[in-house]
């Protein structure tokens, strides 16, 4: 049984330190690891994967500006990165709306030295805010601070208390936000109880 959307195969061209065309496939439904020597694209791996989710903070994936993220910043003769990312929406229970009909939904992403950053979905063009609310309707907002912890803060992460940790667990699943909204409505609520017992 799988739980939601999830990633199937990825394709990177010229991401990063990826100047040749690499496809990463062979996904497990519940649990994957990236291992590999210091250096070898682990992270890169990572980095794509939020790149095509619509990262708007480049610095969590260690740029400056889009230009960055090409290989070796367009100086070694590529002038362009695209990642596509091919996902799993077999899960009827969970899938983005919109695309009720698809089984496979292929997003992908390219940005070109000086020149365009492109999306499409299923082969059609998409902003990036299309694409960023098609993974919001199924939990995944990679520009929640908390959606991705990078190596240099997980200490920080360890050593917070338990209601700290609750707290950015609700915020990265966006139950904080509901939380709030109910919140005011039970304020509401009561101010209106009181005029009415008045």
Same mark, same amino acid.
């Given at each position: 049984?799988?739980a939601g959307m999830?990633?199937?195969?990825?394709? +990177?061209?010229?991401?990063?330190?990826?100047? &040749? *065309?690499?496809?990463?496939?062979?996904?497990?439904? &519940?649990?994957?690891?990236?291992?590999?020597?210091?250096?070898?694209?682990?992270?890169?791996?990572?980095?794509?994967?939020?790149?095509?989710?619509?990262?708007?903070?480049?610095? =969590?994936? %260690?740029?400056?500006?889009?230009?960055?993220? #090409?290989?070796?910043?367009? &100086?070694?003769?590529?002038?362009?990165?695209?990642? @596509?990312? @091919?996902?799993?929406?077999?899960?009827?229970?969970?899938?983005?709306?919109?695309?009720?009909?698809?089984?496979? +939904?292929?997003? *992908? *992403? &390219?940005?070109?030295i000086n020149g365009?950053?492109?999306?499409?979905?299923?082969?059609?063009?998409?902003?990036?805010?299309?694409?960023?609310?098609?993974?919001? @309707? #199924?939990?995944?907002?990679?520009?929640?601070?908390?959606?991705?912890?990078? =190596?240099?803060?997980?200490?920080?992460?360890?050593?917070?208390?338990?209601?700290? +940790?609750?707290?950015?667990?609700?915020?990265?699943?966006?139950?904080?936000?509901?939380?709030?909204?109910?919140?005011?409505?039970? %304020?509401?609520?009561?101010? *209106?109880?009181?005029?009415?017992?008045?």
């Amino acid at each position: 049984m799988t739980a939601g959307m999830r990633i199937k195969r990825i394709e +990177i061209d010229g991401f990063k330190s990826y100047a &040749q *065309r690499q496809i990463i496939d062979g996904f497990d439904a &519940q649990f994957n690891a990236i291992t590999g020597l210091n250096g070898s694209g682990k992270s890169n791996i990572l980095d794509a994967i939020c790149f095509v989710l619509g990262i708007s903070n480049l610095s =969590q994936v %260690r740029a400056a500006q889009l230009s960055d993220l #090409v290989y070796k910043q367009g &100086q070694a003769g590529i002038s362009k990165a695209t990642v @596509t990312i @091919t996902f799993d929406n077999t899960d009827t229970s969970n899938r983005p709306v919109g695309f009720d009909k698809y089984d496979e +939904i292929i997003v *992908r *992403r &390219q940005i070109v030295i000086n020149g365009r950053n492109t999306y499409t979905i299923n082969g059609a063009a998409a902003t990036n805010s299309r694409v960023a609310d098609m993974f919001r @309707t #199924v939990g995944l907002n990679v520009n929640n601070p908390h959606f991705l912890i990078m =190596q240099g803060r997980i200490t920080k992460v360890l050593n917070m208390k338990p209601m700290e +940790i609750v707290g950015m667990i609700e915020e990265a699943a966006g139950t904080r936000m509901y939380e709030a909204k109910k919140q005011s409505a039970v %304020r509401t609520i009561e101010k *209106r109880k009181a005029k009415w017992l008045k």
